[in-house]
């Protein structure tokens, strides 16, 4: 009997999951993938004049479950795995540009006892001026998703964004502002995203589960993205037989008798698929297949950032130790020198030591030394206001900085003659200097208001999705939905074709306290 042939389209973690899974249950593969490499936002490469690029500093939190068990299946060398390539965080450091004897490490070591680091959070929290009432409140948040049966959570949770179940506007500037630096520089994510997605990241941050292999709840690629993780993954995949298809440009898919019945690509027509699978991001889904009529996302936020080249590294230990959370900067920061010892045995080009690595999440708020947004600046004060909002003072030790690649700033005659290439980016309009800012990793974070969740499944049988905007168990637009998801449209081209798979019902753990969610469940029982 000749192999299914699935078609994928996105050689992001989603992607790429779905590629894995699908060659792992006998399916013919084909992965098509617009840019020369893999990875999608998940991308940190070396580029023509020999510098890292990584699209953001990324964490893997223990509360992943899908995507560490995708890495446990990466072989790289010696009988290792990707898996092993994680290094764990001693912390983060939650810090303050306007008054940094406030900064201080919140651990996430596993080898620290969890009352010290109760202990360290409510003394940051009072740091804050966050009083012990609300201190508690925070905790009690944190908790909510832990201690409420399901039930009681789907009731209290739907349709609510997390300001409103929160009450924020009770509480004072000082907790409205601590929470929600937190959540926009964890995940871009703003008081306007649901409860739904809100209350388990507050618990996971409060409470994350153990993970055996790793030594913390935060967790890094000892290097460069690609190079530890992305690559080794295509390598395997290539010698399980995925057939990989790069630089080529899903441009249009071609739908009859509400089937897919072929794709373009490149301009070129490619036929006879079996099923296809769009592992693209929502923005292009949604251009590419409007009649799946996926329910309308009205917020994107813009999160990416910039890479410093050092010709040393400062002196600061602690800063390079881990990643620095600089709550009250205005473009909500967090930054990390990518050296030893986050980065181990790292081949740099032989004049840079180490990369200041900044990502921002807000584009919004006005900025410290311009008083602009964003979007009105030109390329030089951007970087100007990211030193400043770090309070970097090491300004000699710079050699040179980078944009990442999925951001543009172009002048407005460039972007007109090259506006092909930026179909499906978001932009925003010309500034007063005639330049326009684009990003192409534009990310959703699901709203109260949303509507039905988007499933892996369409209504074209053939036709199946894949990306971080699905509804899966995790909730947030990160690696491990985009897994999950990936594992999940597996299960459904599987079902689609009479085969069983069960790695998507592989659940994750569930988080502590069941007796209080039995009790809870039983108080309201009606
Ligand atoms: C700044 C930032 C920081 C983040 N930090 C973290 C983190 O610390 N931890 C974490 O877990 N997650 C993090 N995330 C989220 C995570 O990176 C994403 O959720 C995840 O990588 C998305 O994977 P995906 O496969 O769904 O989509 P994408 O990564 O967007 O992949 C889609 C792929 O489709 C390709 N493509 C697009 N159009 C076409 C076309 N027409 N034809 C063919 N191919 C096409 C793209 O080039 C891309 O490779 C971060 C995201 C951002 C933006």
């Known amino acids: 009997m000749s192999k299914k042939k699935i078609l994928i389209f996105g050689g992001g973690i989603s992607g790429l999951t779905v590629a894995h899974e699908c060659i792992q249950q006998g399916f013919e593969v084909h ?32 509360s992943y479950h899908h995507l560490f068990q995708t890495l446990r299946e990466i072989p790289t060398t010696n009988g290792k795995s990707v898996f092993d390539h994680l290094t764990g965080l001693p912390g983060v450091i939650l810090a303050s540009w306007e008054n940094p004897s406030r900064n201080q490490l919140l651990p996430t070591a596993y080898a620290t006892p969890k009352i010290r680091k109760l202990l360290v959070l409510l003394r940051i929290l009072r740091s804050w001026h966050i009083t012990t009432r609300e201190a508690i409140q925070f905790i009690r948040l944190a908790m909510d998703f832990a201690i409420r049966s399901d039930a009681r959570k789907a009731r209290l949770y739907s349709q609510k964004s997390f300001a409103e179940y929160a009450r924020l506007d009770a509480y004072s500037e000082a907790f409205r502002q601590f929470l929600t ?31 055996a292999g790793i030594s913390s709840s935060m967790n890094v690629m000892n290097g460069p993205t690609n190079e530890r993780f992305i690559d080794p993954w295509v390598t395997y995949l290539k010698s399980l037989g995925v057939q ?25 027509d490619v036929t006879e698929a079996d099923a296809f699978v769009l592992a693209l991001p929502y923005q292009h ?8 009529h996926l329910p309308k996302k009205n917020h994107r936020e813009w999160s990416f950032s ?58 919004d708020t006005p900025g410290l030394l311009t008083h602009k947004p964003l979007h009105a600046c030109t390329d030089h004060e951007v970087q100007a206001e990211l030193l400043h909002q770090i309070g970097f003072t090491y300004p000699e030790l710079i050699l040179e900085s980078r944009l990442d690649a999925t951001v543009a700033y172009l002048p407005e005659a460039t972007y007109q003659q090259r506006q092909a290439e930026f179909i499906g980016w978001d932009s925003f309009p010309p500034n007063e200097h005639g330049y326009r800012w684009l990003t192409d990793s534009t990310l959703f974070i699901p709203e109260a208001t949303d509507g039905s969740a988007i499933s892996v499944e369409t209504n074209l049988p053939n036709l199946f999705l894949a990306g971080e905007f699905i509804y899966t168990s995790y909730r947030i637009p990160t690696m491990e939905q985009a897994n999950e998801s990936g594992k999940l449209c597996t299960a459904s081209i599987c079902r689609y074709f009479g085969r069983s798979y069960d790695k998507a019902g592989q659940k994750r753990p569930e988080p502590p306290f069941r007796s209080l969610r039995r009790i809870d469940q039983w108080l309201h029982r009606r």
């Open 31 to 62: 992965l098509y993938e617009k840019k020369k490499y893999c990875g999608g936002k998940a991308f940190g490469l070396k580029n023509e004049d020999g510098l890292h690029i990584e699209h953001s500093i990324r964490v893997y939190g223990s």
């Open 181 to 211: 630096a937190l959540l926009d520089i964890t995940v871009a994510a703003k008081p306007y995203a649901s409860a739904d997605v809100i209350l388990p990241l507050l618990n996971r941050i409060l409470l994350p589960g153990t993970v």
């Open 244 to 268: 990989f298809h790069m630089t080529s440009s899903l441009d249009e898919v071609v739908i009859e008798a509400d089937q897919v019945t072929r794709v373009v690509v490149n301009q070129t």
């Open 285 to 292: 889904v949604t251009r590419l297949v409007p009649s799946l």
């Open 306 to 363: 910039y890479q410093f080249y050092l010709r040393d590294v400062p002196p600061d230990l602690v800063t390079r130790q881990t990643f620095n959370l600089v709550l009250d900067s205005p473009w909500k920061l967090v930054y990390c020198i990518e050296s030893e010892p986050l980065w181990k045995n790292v081949d740099f080009r032989p004049d840079v030591r180490g990369i200041l690595s900044v990502t921002l999440s807000n584009v």
